[in-house]
């Protein structure tokens, strides 16, 4: 006679199959809500990013960082790095969206993971073109984009995107360039000058010419 309290073979195999349907039925959900809270985790590091910003702007009377200087090797020269080495970015991994598959790679190298500093991957976003750089090539000439006094001429600009990567070294450090990425479940995060976040879907395309970034537009 068999023991009340066992469970026989088809019992638990039963008990299996309901659970693997359970989970099968769940997974979804559950990564749909992770992929939504590192959504909104990337949102907050944008907008501390941004703030950084502006806390350089106050500093030096009004002028914004810019994306990338002439002299564009060295540390200072790259917006993120100018931002860290000067304390207005005390966390470095604010400056990387959760989603971002080569974020662990850059933070175990600290920065060089490549031979030169230029191409170190310093950060999942990239900064609006006309913060400045004035060296840009755009054959047939070079075309000036100067440092800009008055971060209130951004307010309503784009300021920051999560770039499409197109090579697997490195970022841009600055936009627009060409697609943004779609880590979120097919949505990028967009900021503002004002601060204010959009998710946009699609992958769109920004050109250099584009309205919401030139501040004068």
Not at 48 to 58: C, E, H, P, R, T
Not at 120 to 145: C, D, K, R
Request: charged letters at 15%.
């Amino acid at each position: 006679m068999r023991n009340p309290k066992s469970f026989t073979l088809i019992e638990l195999l039963v008990v299996v199959a309901i659970i693997a349907v359970l989970a099968a039925l769940l997974l979804p959900a559950l990564t749909s809500a992770r992929a939504i809270a590192r959504r909104v985790v990337c949102q907050s590091n944008m907008r501390q990013v941004v703030n950084s910003l502006f806390y350089y702007a106050d500093d030096y009377n009004d002028w914004c960082p810019p994306a990338l200087e002439k002299n564009m090797v060295w540390g200072d020269s790259i917006w993120t790095m100018r931002l860290r080495h000067h304390g207005y970015i005390s966390t470095p991994q604010i400056l990387y969206c959760p989603e971002d598959p080569d974020a662990d790679d850059w933070k175990t190298h600290n920065g060089f993971n490549r031979s030169a500093y230029f191409w170190a991957h310093t950060s999942s976003y990239a900064l609006n073109v006309y913060f400045g750089i004035p060296y840009y090539e755009n054959p047939p000439g070079y075309v000036p984009f100067p440092w800009r006094k008055g971060f209130s001429k951004f307010n309503n600009k784009i300021v920051m995107v999560e770039p499409l990567i197109l090579k697997p070294d490195g970022t841009p450090f600055f936009m627009p360039h060409n697609f943004i990425n779609v880590w979120h479940l097919g949505y990028s995060n967009i900021v503002f000058g004002d601060g204010h976040i959009k998710s946009e879907t699609g992958g769109t395309n920004f050109g250099w010419a584009h309205p919401l970034f030139i501040p004068d537009n």
